[in-house]
Nanobody
Framework: VQLVESGGGSVQAGGSLRLSCEVSRNTYVRYYASWFRQAPGKEREGVAL????????WYADSVKCRFTISEDSAKNTVYLQMNDLKPEDTAIYYCAYNPTYAGNWLSPPRPVHFGFWGQGTQVTVS
């Protein structure tokens, strides 16, 4: 499986961005996809999780009601729509993939739960 992200950039506070993650060489109809972010000096944190092909979604409290994870199965692409961006959202954003999920939906996803990662895309909010 390969993940290629795009859509990062620089925006002013209150603006919007949509990140894309193209998933290639995937053979599963249903799988788990997550968006993580890592700010300088901080640990990588999960911000959104989706059971692609199902209906389960999870969001970190810090992004709830502002970020939306979605997918287009025909394009094999997972998206992260980010609205009302704040300076504290500044980070490198990574998409992650795994056919199974060892975490639970009451707790944030952790990097160890995912075996495949994109290269990361920078989001800067000023």
């Amino acid at each position: 499986v390969q993940l290629v992200e795009s859509g990062g950039g620089s925006v002013q506070a209150g603006g919007s961005l949509r990140l894309s993650c193209e998933v290639s060489r995937n053979t599963y109809v249903r799988y788990y996809a997550s968006w993580f972010r890592q700010a300088p000096g901080k640990e990588r944190e999960g911000v959104a999780l989706s059971y692609v092909g199902g209906e389960s979604r999870w969001y970190a409290d810090s992004v709830k009601c502002r970020f939306t994870i979605s997918e287009d199965s025909a394009k094999n692409t997972v998206y992260l729509q980010m609205n009302d961006l704040k300076p504290e959202d500044t980070a490198i954003y990574y998409c992650a993939y795994n056919p199974t999920y060892a975490g639970n939906w009451l707790s944030p996803p952790r990097p160890v739960h995912f075996g495949f990662w994109g290269q990361g895309t920078q989001v800067t909010v000023s």
